[in-house]
T-cell receptor
C-alpha cells in the first residue's frame, strides 16, 4: 500500500540556519510527490512538486526538494530559515484509486519552530 | 488565496445531527477532492468527484456522502454525527484527475459537542 513517512514530528531551528525535512514514501510505480505547508488556521499551500525530469525541484519561498528513487525519499530543504517559515509541513504522494489518479496520501506532518 | 472557497469556516453542532459543507472549486477546475484532517488520523482522503461523477472513494464513512453539482460546486454531507467526527474538512480542486497541482481551500472546522 502507498504510504508516506515523515520521521520528525517537530523540528526547531534557529533563524538563518539551514533546514532539511525528511520524507520517505512507499509507492509501487513512479510517484508524483508534493510538499505542502500549513500555517496555523490556514489551508494547505503547495510549496513544490515532482512529476518527472530533474530530480532537484525548486519551489516557492526559497524551498527545494530532491527526489532520490534509490532511497524512496523526497526531502525538503531551505538554506536559510526565516521566522515566517514556522508552520507545519506535509509531504504527499499521488495515489491511484480505482482508475482515477489525483488524490493524495499525506504524511503525518512535521511542525517547524524557528528560534530568533 | 487559492481560489477554492469553503463555507462555513466554522461549524458547531450536536451529536446525532446532520451538516452540509460546501466547496466552490477554482474557476475551470473539474475535479473536487474532500479530505479530513484530525489529530489522530492526520490528513485522510475521503472522496473525489470529476465533472459531476464520483471517481474515487477513500476512507469515507457510510454516514458521509458527497455530490458535485452541474455548476461544479460540491457538498459534503455528514450525518448522525459523533464526537469523533470533529475535524478540519478540506476541499481541493484541480483541473483534471491527473496528478496536476491541487489547490486547497481554507477548510471547515467542524466541532461536534
Amino acid at each position: 500500500a502507498q504510504s508516506v513517512t515523515q520521521p520528525d514530528i517537530h523540528i526547531t531551528v534557529s533563524e538563518g540556519a539551514s533546514l532539511e525535512l525528511r520524507c520517505n514514501y512507499s509507492y509501487g510505480a513512479t510517484p508524483y510527490l508534493f510538499w505542502y505547508v500549513q500555517s496555523p488556521g490556514q489551508g494547505l499551500q503547495l510549496l513544490l512538486k515532482y512529476f518527472s525530469g530533474d530530480t532537484l525541484v525548486q519551489g516557492i519561498k526559497g524551498f527545494e526538494a530532491e527526489f532520490k528513487r534509490s532511497q524512496s525519499s523526497f526531502n525538503l530543504r531551505k538554506p536559510s530559515v526565516h521566522w515566517s517559515d514556522a508552520a507545519e509541513y506535509f509531504c504527499a504522494v499521488g495515489a491511484h484509486y480505482g482508475g482515477s489518479q489525483g488524490n493524495l496520501i499525506f504524511g503525518k506532518g512535521t511542525k517547524l519552530s524557528v528560534k530568533p | 488565496d487559492s481560489g477554492v472557497t469553503q463555507t462555513p469556516k466554522h461549524l458547531i453542532t450536536a451529536t446525532g445531527q446532520r451538516v452540509t459543507l460546501r466547496c466552490s472549486p477554482r474557476s475551470g477546475d473539474l475535479s473536487v477532492y474532500w479530505y479530513q484532517q484530525s489529530l489522530d488520523q492526520g490528513l485522510q482522503f475521503l472522496i473525489h468527484y470529476y465533472n459531476g461523477e464520483e471517481r474515487a472513494k477513500g476512507n469515507i464513512l457510510e454516514r458521509f456522502s458527497a455530490q458535485q453539482f452541474p455548476d461544479l460546486h460540491s457538498e459534503l454531507n455528514l450525518s448522525s454525527l459523533e464526537l469523533g467526527d470533529s475535524a478540519l474538512y478540506f476541499c481541493a480542486s484541480s483541473e483534471h484527475p491527473g496528478n496536476t497541482e491541487a489547490f486547497f481551500g481554507q477548510g471547515t472546522r467542524l466541532t461536534v459537542v
